[in-house]
């Protein structure tokens, strides 16, 4: 299943995710902090999206209530349900 998903209170526009059998299999962050993002979708692939959504659902980004990570969750958790 593909998402594409638009973020909401981040700098990242947008997140595109791939997800087969409940395993995130990629995930790519449109706009955002390139290396941090670069970073969380490396460590995405591979993991069971309901252990994301458990690790990342709460990370927040300067005060905002939210960050690319807690959308990213965000996402996963809609795309799930």
Do not use: H, W
Request: net charge neutral; glycine share 12%; charged share 25%.
């Amino acid at each position: 299943m593909t998402i594409n998903y638009k973020t909401k209170g981040v700098c990242a526009r947008q997140i595109n995710i791939e997800v087969e059998d409940g395993i995130v299999k990629d995930v790519e962050f449109i706009g955002g902090c390139s290396g941090n993002t670069q970073g969380v979708a490396r460590l995405a692939k591979g993991m069971k999206a309901k252990d994301l959504i458990a690790l990342l659902k709460d990370v927040d980004c300067n005060g905002r209530g939210t960050s690319c990570p807690a959308q990213l969750a965000m996402a996963l958790e809609e795309s799930l349900s």
